[in-house]
């Protein structure tokens, strides 16, 4: 008889996995040996497997047991008959493949006793056993029922959390995909999962949180809870896993009495970094890195607690101090410095607190923006800072345990806590910081309930906090390393090290972007210097900004910066930069979508930084601006929100736009100089759809900023749209040329402006001189071209080549788009195509070698000959040959001869 069970206390993939087993070894028997957890009992009473009883076999009949989601014979203590039959045969499906290639028996004294005969032992690394077992029906060809695949479904749902659990694998995908293929029914499965919690569970779930303690190991947020509760004899596996999420945790290890025993069951949503199946083995259980348990004997409840935070901290280092979290370097203000002085400091750099330093640096106080307002009501503006600081707050130090100065804050209802080393202030933790800590988990997993209206990329249905493996995928390997490498220098340097920029953004939104931006919080002149030696490469520093660029040996440029922070001395002005901190520096940038960061440090590799909710704007394709003065103090953000909007199809916030139009109305735009103005111009009309961004620009009335009669009438939306068309006709003639495309929209955009206007707006701007000369050709020598190529009959080629001589590229475009006669288009096109670039094959010195005498002569030559090809009238060397001979009437030399004869 073949018997066919799994581990004890089993699980929906260990369920499942028996029943892909039966359809593998037809007529084996099913059998729960070990007992059941409360979701699989629910499920087996809905729905009948045929599922046996182990009392009702007879177990001298098993010749071989088919053992599914274990290889730990132990832990099936009911079939420890079998475990001594030397002619037993094992079959092992699993998925738990820490002890590979050893089936795992329980240790006996003395000389090992025989056993069975390991026949077949299958063990793969992907999320659930159940996925093994459906790649053995798929080869085998054997097929599912609808029903069967809904079981199936079931257990890889189960154990993989839904294809949430870091252990899911693109196999498990592959898996799921062929169960709804053959007809799996999520409804069925969603019904099973989705269960509500039960009293006895709620007031389980409500000691678990009353005696739990939260550890930041590792850099990740672990809850060890313990519970006497005995007022539950249920499944505590479903207990723990609605704790997770409940908790936004990284892991929970919670342990249970229950009678004599001690109950341990972990669960880990990282299990590459926290793997609870190590805990569970160090007491005898068993299970995978993201899910395991353990049963205790001998031991209190205290005792396993005791141990398990003993394990927990040997092996994961206690991380998240002081130093991980604050915010540095901090602006303070001299104990002498008047209350006026703060409270202006605090406006500049946006701070609500300050420590108070003494004339040697050190630390003696806080004063708050509310004790300034105080003063300054009572007129006491300019008395000291020390006079009115704060000198009992609590102070902590840089290796001051989180969790410690949690406590404080919280109790001590204070928001601001200054790090100290010695009477050195190094750092300062803040509410925000705090709050960031404690709770970016958890708005996490709230985020990642929240379905995607229709239409949202499923990219963006939760907010990421670590996206290595994005880097991975969507970065080129040589970068992706380039990033780790710079993460250990910085590790070795001691400072934080970030990717921040465009790259960032783009990463998440799919488009490719290589333009690697460093930002180190610390010294970055001095990172970039040692980055430069460890890549072999060359350094070029910018000391006044603290800005440096890195090229590498392939030609791969790095730009790294030292983390700053910045303000305006007035609108418009450009900005002062002082070192920060990688908020502040973030905080300086323009938009939300723009403030994204990511982490390069080893051990935080890959974790997204988004202090000012980027992530969010990505996903609801939004344009923010971070402050409300943000236009005012510079306001060529304003050409920026256009461009980004039109870029990637975003939309400007109700915020931003009503920002927008306050710097429009306080006509701060016609206050740029004119190189900011034209170089932000130019960035605007280079996009890939230019016409879409001045549309934007006229709602905005910005457009106004070049003319006060500048607007988007009809006729300039109809020049406009020509203008796109002659361009892609230009572009599809591959000249390889350049061409500055966004000339020829400044072109169309004067057009419907009066001559005067036009005069004026080339003087409001700063073009090339030859930039000016085309826009001029395009406006003022149009009618003068167009009149000449409208001839009729139509006009020679060369007298074509007369008239567009010398025009640049952008007019000739211009022009294109402009005129409404196809008889002058199809000149213009044949000038560009094809007049253009036509040259005699006779040169000067085909001509000296003819006998004639270098000088002004061999132009008008050449010039005839260019003309006669054009013309058509020669076509070969041979041709203008006899052509020189004719013009010259035949003699050896021209040198008595002042002009040709023609």
């Known amino acids: 008889m073949d018997l066919i069970t799994t581990h004890s206390q089993a699980d929906l993939d260990g369920l499942a996995s028996m029943v892909a087993a039966r359809k593998l070894y037809p007529g084996a028997r099913l059998v729960l040996a070990g007992g059941a957890q409360d979701s699989v009992r629910r499920f087996l009473e809905d729905h009948d497997l045929d599922i046996g009883r182990l009392r009702d076999l007879n177990l001298d009949e098993v010749q071989r047991v088919i053992l599914v989601d274990t290889q730990d014979l132990f832990r099936i203590e009911q079939l420890r008959p079998l475990w001594t039959k030397p002619d037993l045969v094992l079959h092992i499906y699993d998925h738990h493949v820490d002890h590979q290639g050893e089936v795992k028996r329980e240790p006996s004294e003395g000389r090992r006793q025989p056993g069975p005969k390991v026949e077949r032992l299958v063990l793969e690394p992907v999320g659930a056993t159940v996925t093994v077992l459906i790649e053995a029906l798929r080869v085998n060809g054997l097929s599912l029922t609808p029903f069967e695949a809904t079981v199936l479904a079931v257990g890889l749902y189960e154990e993989t959390g839904s294809l949430t659990y870091g252990s899911t694998s693109p196999r498990d995908v592959e898996a799921l995909a062929h169960l709804l293929r053959v007809g799996a029914d999520l409804n069925v499965v969603a019904a099973t999962l989705r269960r509500h919690l039960e009293p006895e569970q709620i007031a389980l779930l409500n000691d678990l949180l009353t005696s739990s303690e939260t550890y930041y190991l590792e850099g990740r947020k672990i809850l060890l809870a313990a519970s006497a509760y005995e007022g539950y004899r249920g499944d505590y596996s479903s207990v723990v896993e609605r704790l997770m999420q409940i908790e936004g945790l990284d892991a929970v290890i919670a342990a249970f009495v229950m009678d004599s025993k001690v109950t341990i069951v972990g669960r880990s949503r990282l299990p590459d970094i926290i793997d609870v199946a190590w805990i569970a083995r160090e007491f005898g259980g068993g299970g995978h890195a993201a899910a395991a348990a353990a049963t205790v004997k001998g031991q209190t409840l205290v005792e396993v607690r005791e141990r398990l935070v003993k394990l927990l901290t040997e092996r994961y280092r206690p991380t998240l101090t002081a130093k991980d979290v604050m915010t540095r370097p901090v602006k303070a203000i001299a104990g002498d410095a008047s209350v006026e002085d703060a409270g202006r400091l605090m406006t500049t750099y946006g701070v609500n607190v300050l420590p108070v330093l003494d004339k040697r640096g050190a630390y003696q106080g806080l004063i708050s923006r509310e004790t300034v307002q105080k003063a300054a009501f009572h007129h006491l503006e300019k008395a000291f800072c020390r006079e009115f600081m704060q000198t009992d707050s609590y102070v902590a130090e840089s290796d001051t345990p989180f969790h410690e100065i949690e406590r404080q804050m919280i109790e001590l209802n204070q928001r601001f806590v200054p790090i100290l080393a010695g009477v050195k202030v190094v750092g300062v933790i803040t509410r925000t910081d705090l709050l960031r800590t404690l709770h970016e988990d958890v708005l996490s997993a709230a985020r990642a309930r929240v379905k995607a209206r229709p239409g949202e990329d499923p990219a963006f249905q939760f907010r990421r906090r670590n996206i290595a493996g994005l880097l991975k995928d969507r970065l080129p390997a040589r970068v992706v390393a380039l990033m780790r490498e710079a993460g250990e220098l910085a590790d070795r340097l001691e400072v934080k090290l970030y990717v921040v920029g465009g790259i960032v953004r783009d990463l998440l939104l799919g488009i490719d972007n290589l333009d690697l931006d460093l930002v180190v919080e610390g010294n970055g002149l001095a990172f970039a210097k040692a980055l430069?030696?460890?890549?072999?490469?060359?350094?070029?520093?910018?000391?006044?900004?603290?800005?440096?660029?890195?090229?590498?040996?392939?030609?791969?440029?790095?730009?790294?910066?030292?983390?700053?922070?910045?303000?305006?001395?007035?609108?418009?002005?450009?900005?002062?930069?002082?070192?920060?901190?990688?908020?502040?520096?973030?905080?300086?940038?323009?938009?939300?979508?723009?403030?994204?960061?990511?982490?390069?440090?080893?051990?935080?590799?890959?974790?997204?930084?988004?202090?000012?909710?980027?992530?969010?704007?990505?996903?609801?394709?939004?344009?923010?601006?971070?402050?409300?003065?943000?236009?005012?103090?510079?306001?060529?953000?304003?050409?920026?929100?256009?461009?980004?909007?039109?870029?990637?199809?975003?939309?400007?916030?109700?915020?931003?736009?009503?920002?927008?139009?306050?710097?429009?109305?306080?006509?701060?735009?016609?206050?740029?100089?004119?190189?900011?103005?034209?170089?932000?111009?130019?960035?605007?009309?280079?996009?890939?759809?230019?016409?879409?961004?001045?549309?934007?620009?006229?709602?905005?009335?910005?457009?106004?900023?070049?003319?006060?009669?500048?607007?988007?009438?009809?006729?300039?939306?109809?020049?406009?749209?020509?203008?796109?068309?002659?361009?892609?006709?230009?572009?599809?003639?591959?000249?390889?040329?350049?061409?500055?495309?966004?000339?020829?929209?400044?072109?169309?955009?004067?057009?419907?402006?009066?001559?005067?206007?036009?005069?004026?707006?080339?003087?409001?701007?700063?073009?090339?001189?030859?930039?000016?000369?085309?826009?001029?050709?395009?406006?003022?020598?149009?009618?003068?071209?167009?009149?000449?190529?409208?001839?009729?009959?139509?006009?020679?080629?060369?007298?074509?080549?007369?008239?567009?001589?010398?025009?640049?590229?952008?007019?000739?475009?211009?022009?294109?788009?402009?005129?409404?006669?196809?008889?002058?288009?199809?000149?213009?096109?044949?000038?560009?195509?094809?007049?253009?670039?036509?040259?005699?094959?006779?040169?000067?010195?085909?001509?000296?070698?003819?006998?004639?005498?270098?000088?002004?002569?061999?132009?008008?030559?050449?010039?005839?000959?260019?003309?006669?090809?054009?013309?058509?009238?020669?076509?070969?060397?041979?041709?203008?040959?006899?052509?020189?001979?004719?013009?010259?009437?035949?003699?050896?030399?021209?040198?008595?001869?002042?002009?040709?004869?023609?």
């Not at 934007?696 to 020509?722: F, G, I, N, Q, S």
């Not at 008889?823 to 040169?843: F, G, I, N």
């Open 532 to 902: 430069a030696r460890a890549q072999r490469g060359q350094v070029k520093v910018h000391e006044r900004f603290g800005t440096a660029r890195v090229t590498l040996a392939d030609g791969f440029k790095v730009d790294v910066a030292t983390a700053r922070a910045e303000y305006y001395e007035y609108p418009t002005a450009l900005p002062t930069v002082e070192q920060g901190s990688v908020k502040k520096d973030l905080y300086r940038r323009d938009f939300t979508i723009n403030t994204l960061a990511v982490r390069l440090n080893r051990r935080q590799f890959g974790e997204l930084i988004d202090f000012f909710g980027g992530e969010r704007d990505l996903k609801g394709r939004t344009i923010r601006v971070l402050h409300s003065l943000s236009f005012v103090e510079d306001p060529t953000r304003v050409f920026r929100a256009i461009r980004f909007a039109v870029r990637f199809d975003f939309v400007l916030s109700r915020e931003t736009r009503a920002l927008i139009q306050g710097v429009v109305k306080m006509d701060l735009l016609r206050r740029l100089s004119k190189h900011r103005l034209t170089d932000e111009l130019q960035l605007v009309l280079s996009e890939r759809e230019p016409g879409k961004a001045i549309a934007l620009m006229d709602e905005l009335e910005v457009l106004a900023c070049l003319h006060p009669d500048l607007e988007l009438t009809p006729r300039l939306r109809t020049l406009l749209k020509a203008t796109e068309e002659a361009l892609d006709w230009y572009r599809l003639l591959f000249l390889d040329r350049p061409m500055e495309s966004w000339l020829v929209y400044l072109m169309a955009m004067l057009q419907v402006l009066p001559d005067q206007a036009v005069g004026e707006v080339l003087k409001r701007i700063e073009l090339s001189a030859r930039q000016e000369a085309a826009v001029r050709a395009g406006r003022f020598g149009g009618h003068r071209i167009f009149r000449e190529l409208g001839r009729r009959p139509a006009v020679s080629p060369a007298a074509v080549y007369r008239a567009l001589s010398g025009t640049s590229d952008e007019t000739l475009v211009f022009l294109m788009a402009k005129s409404k006669s196809e008889h002058v288009r199809r000149q213009l096109s044949a000038y560009v195509t094809t007049y253009q670039r036509m040259r005699p094959a006779l040169k000067g010195d085909d001509l000296k070698r003819m006998g004639l005498k270098p000088g002004p002569l061999y132009r008008r030559i050449l010039s005839k000959l260019l003309e006669a090809r054009l013309n058509g009238v020669v076509n070969n060397e041979e041709d203008e040959r006899a052509l020189v001979r004719s013009l010259i009437g035949g003699r050896k030399s021209a040198v008595d001869r002042p002009e040709p004869p023609f």
